[in-house]
């Protein structure tokens, strides 16, 4: 089936969503009434207690992982056994992109239904304040409205607070305030200070009399810094990342303080782990929502003595196995739990890969035969597809329809209105307003998806089928991308592939067929506009 796309135009003001965010999560006999419906009851005479419940769902969303860093998708230095096995358990998508080729922006999008660009978000500093509004609809929010219990386990890198956030009392708001029931996270990101881990509103295991300070402006306490003591450095850094040195690595911004709350980075696969698989345990009776959002497979790449030597690429291959592991340990849970066959897995990842992303890591140098990006060009940061094509592997054996490799073009900025249709919730007018229902196209492999895509970068690109128009862009690039431009795929002039015979984009067509190029720049500005 193939969604409509919605008609936007009226859609300005806000709306309030305070009775969705007060809902409870109680409501867990709700039962599907959709073509689901023949999946779900195979005894009869059962009772409406034992009828289909709502399905759980979990969003396992790994950092940077490339087209090409899964065995599933031809992956040479590495082996994951264990998501290649949830691949072959429900449907390998060979078009999905994930709404844009930087994180913070790729989450917004997931969690709001809306592009980026709406919002100016852009990558954040860890000390700032949270760029979802949670006066309106979020993701989380409308599942607990569907009777779910929400959580977020992971890399968080949407802001916390209201613009000034004093890490030693309440953190709020965050996404406790969006309509995640409980959340575990690290604030930004591991290459960010505060290097401590937030349970909920409140930093985990901080001592009252060394209260933490972060500063992004300016050296703060007595910590040592990657700039003035590389002798104390596990991997060397840029200028950028030569800050605070936490546990051997220096990070991007200024801590002081905190000292017995400081994290340690080969610790987060047992971790983050363990958080989701209690809260799977604690919920397995009612329906819940997971969002796993990996530190891996971003830098700092330092993965668990576990995994050294797993992968033939040092340590960026050793953190994707890690990530395979952590992935195979969430899994197994809800097998234990019993809650497998009932569950929505969506694996994925929130932009392409990066090798050199600030530390000196091998990642270049270790690299061998393996593709990162699979057959596509560019990766993170790129308006080339693969800054957004990644991998992306969704199972459900309870309402999966047709396993196998599925070529529906598809945005994770779609899960937000087909998880609303998969529960049944309906959405407000200024809801999710980018958002499609492509939910059929989750659960069978051989349903279409998508016509038309935007892809946001540090430009915005269009896919209207196999063409892909590449808008020459209007605002600045970071310092550091520049002169990165042409492999970044930021050119002065509008740029025209079509991929069905040149999916690396080398022949730029833009001089042979200006009209596909003026319509493919009107639409993105309709969709810029709303319309
Ligand atoms: C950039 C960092 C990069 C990474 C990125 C965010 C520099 C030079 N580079 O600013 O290392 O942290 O932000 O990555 O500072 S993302 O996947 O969270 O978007
Ligand atoms: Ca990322």
């Known amino acids: 089936m193939l969604t409509k796309h919605r008609a936007l135009s009226s859609i300005i003001a806000s709306v309030l969503l305070s009775t969705v965010l007060g809902c409870s999560g109680e409501n867990n006999t709700k039962e599907i009434s959709s073509s689901n419906k023949e999946s779900s009851i195979s005894t009869a005479g059962i009772d409406a207690i034992s009828a289909k419940k709502l399905p759980n769902i979990v969003i396992l969303y790994v950092d940077d992982l490339g087209y090409g860093d899964l065995g599933s998708y031809g992956a040479k230095g590495v082996k994951t056994p264990n998501i290649d096995a949830l691949a072959s358990q429900g449907i390998r998508f060979t078009d999905a992109h994930s709404s844009a080729a ?25 000390d700032a304040p949270l760029i979802i509004d949670h006066t309106k609809p979020t993701l989380p929010a409308m599942l607990k409205k569907a009777g779910y219990t929400t959580a977020v386990v992971g890399k968080w890198h949407l802001g916390l607070g209201d613009g000034f956030v004093d890490w030693n009392k309440a953190v709020k708001p965050g996404p406790i305030e969006l309509g995640f029931d409980y959340s575990f996270l690290m604030p930004a990101t591991g290459d960010r200070v505060p290097t401590v881990y937030l349970e909920n509103h409140h930093v985990v295991g901080l001592d009252e009399n060394d209260p933490i300070t972060v500063s992004y402006q300016e050296r703060i306490g007595e910590r040592p810094v990657g700039t003035k003591s590389s002798e104390l450095l596990k991997q060397t850094a840029d200028l950028q990342h030569s800050a605070t040195i936490v546990n051997g690595i220096s990070r991007i911004g200024w801590m002081k303080g905190g000292k017995a709350a400081e994290w340690v980075d080969e610790e987060f696969p047992h971790v983050f782990t363990n958080k989701a698989k209690s809260f799977i345990a604690d919920n397995k009776d009612k329906p819940f929502m997971l969002f796993f959002p ?58 392409g890969p990066v090798l050199d992303d600030g530390y000196n890591d091998k990642a270049v140098e270790m ?132 991929l069905s015979d040149d999916k690396k984009e080398r022949i730029n067509l833009a001089d042979e067929f200006p009209e596909k190029v003026m319509s493919m720049q009107q639409r993105i500005e309709q969709i810029v506009a709303n319309n």
């Not at 939910?439 to 016509?451: E, K, M, Y």
Request: proline share 5%; glycine share 8%; net charge negative.
């Open 367 to 498: 690299l061998g035969e393996h593709n990162p990006s699979g057959d596509y060009r560019g990766g993170k940061y790129s308006a080339f597809e693969a800054g957004t094509r990644v991998p992306m592997i969704v199972t459900y054996p309870n309402g999966m329809k047709v396993k196998g490799d599925s070529a529906a073009l598809i945005s994770h900025i779609d899960f937000y209105r087909s998880l609303a249709v998969l529960t049944e919730t309906e959405l407000a007018d200024n809801e999710a307003i980018d958002s499609e229902n492509i939910l059929s196209a989750l659960l069978d492999a051989n349903t279409s998806a998508r016509t038309e895509m935007l892809e946001e970068s540090f430009t915005l690109s269009l896919r209207d089928g196999n063409w892909k128009y590449i808008a020459p862009p209007t605002g600045t690039t970071p310092d550091w991308l520049a002169n990165k431009d042409i492999e970044m795929g930021l050119q002065a002039k509008p740029q025209l592939y079509r």
């Open 102 to 126: 930087t994180c913070t922006p790729s989450r917004y999008s997931l969690l709001t239904g809306q592009y980026a660009f709406r919002n100016s978000a852009a990558i954040l500093p860890g």
């Open 294 to 351: 990996f530190h891996d497979i971003h830098v700092p790449r330092v993965p668990n003595k576990m995994f050294a030597g797993k992968s033939t690429m040092g340590v960026r291959g050793d953190a994707i196995a890690q990530m395979d592991w952590m992935s195979g340990q969430i899994i197994d849970e809800l097998k234990k739990q019993g809650v497998y066959d009932n569950t929505l897995i969506i694996f994925s990842s929130d932009n």
